[in-house]
């Protein structure tokens, strides 16, 4: 139903690189046909110029009154890009932001405090259906703006709303930067199977089948993930091996993955300063 009237009112997205594409792919696949969407984008990609050849607007003049617009270019870049879709504030679009750090307070300076704006953290898995985004919006949005948020967005992954906006950046330290910790796990785990003797090819394969496996147990199983931990590790195993040196108090996982959430969730909020 809601996606139904975006499809008819239009949807505007402003830059569309790695989240923003990432996303616009997810609305196609759920059925918002190409023609109710417009980008703009100064360098756009090979496949914007594939879906402008389907009816997608590309760097045309706004629809009259869309029903929702989503800002998703850098923070550093808000500045500059924002005026392009500064006549939505004239009508009851909904600006939805997934910029990193910028506050929703930022968006009401810049546009009016009428406006009615959801402000979002989404994750690339979005790519793939599999994100998860935190959404959260300002005194002008009303639970039916939230709704449509949600549904939006969950054609991407799930959806959780909270309360507070000042958790946004812990939440970009641990889901919205939280991927690439994986990737970087992969990466790492594979350098390390190579430094055993393993092929790097024979490697790669053995580290991405390990995390997205344990990442679908994790989702799927009842169990917490500490006790499917304890479902891996023998008394006196290989694994135990390994833990000694990953869950290790003062060098191992804990403190590190510490610092790593508090860095982000630091740089967060200097984003927004
Ligand atoms: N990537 C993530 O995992 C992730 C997750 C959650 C939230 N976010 C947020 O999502 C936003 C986009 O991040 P991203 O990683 O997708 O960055 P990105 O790949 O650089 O995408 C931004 C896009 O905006 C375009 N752009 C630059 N200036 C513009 C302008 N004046 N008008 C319109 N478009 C313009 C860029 O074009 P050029 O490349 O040609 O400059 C690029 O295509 C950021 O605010 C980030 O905090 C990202």
């Keep these: 139903m809601t996606l139904d009237m975006i499809d008819r009112r ?3 997205l402003l830059g569309c690189g790695k989240m923003g594409s990432a996303m616009l792919e ?53 500045g500059d890009a924002l005026p392009q879709v500064g006549d939505v504030a004239r009508g ?16 009401e300076r810049m546009l009016g405090d009428h406006v009615r704006i959801v402000r979002a953290m989404p994750n690339t898995p979005a790519a793939v259906g599999r994100g998860i985004t935190a959404i959260t919006g300002n005194k002008r949005v009303e639970d039916t ?36 910790y994986v990737f970087h796990l992969i990466e790492t785990l ?14 790669l394969q053995l580290a991405r089948a390990t995390v997205a496996g344990a990442g679908a147990l994790a989702e799927a199983a009842e169990e917490s993930p500490a006790q499917l931990r304890e479902n891996v590790t023998s008394k006196g ?9 990953l869950m290790d108090e003062g060098t191992g996982l804990p403190p590190l993955m510490l610092r790593a959430v508090k860095a982000a969730t630091d740089r967060s909020r200097e984003l927004g300063e």
């Design 10 to 12: 239009g949807l505007v």
């Design 237 to 245: 195993g290989t694994t135990a091996a390994a833990l000694q040196i």
């Design 92 to 107: 009851d679009t909904i600006v939805l932001s997934i910029a990193a750090g910028t506050s929703i307070g930022y968006f």
């Design 145 to 180: 703006d939230l709704d449509l948020a949600e549904e939006l967005l969950q054609a991407v992954g799930q959806v959780v709303r909270i309360e507070d906006e000042a958790q946004m950046d812990a939440i970009t330290g641990v889901s919205g930067s939280g991927p690439a």
């Design 26 to 78: 997810g609305w196609l696949d759920k059925g918002i046909r190409p023609a109710a969407v417009t980008v703009i984008d100064p360098y756009p990609s090979r496949r914007l110029e594939e879906l402008a050849g389907e009816g997608l607007r590309l760097n045309a003049g706004l629809p009259d009154n869309p029903a929702i617009c989503i800002l998703a270019v850098k923070p550093q870049m808000m």
């Design 190 to 203: 594979a350098a390390a199977g190579e430094a055993e003797g393993l092929a790097p090819e024979l490697a």
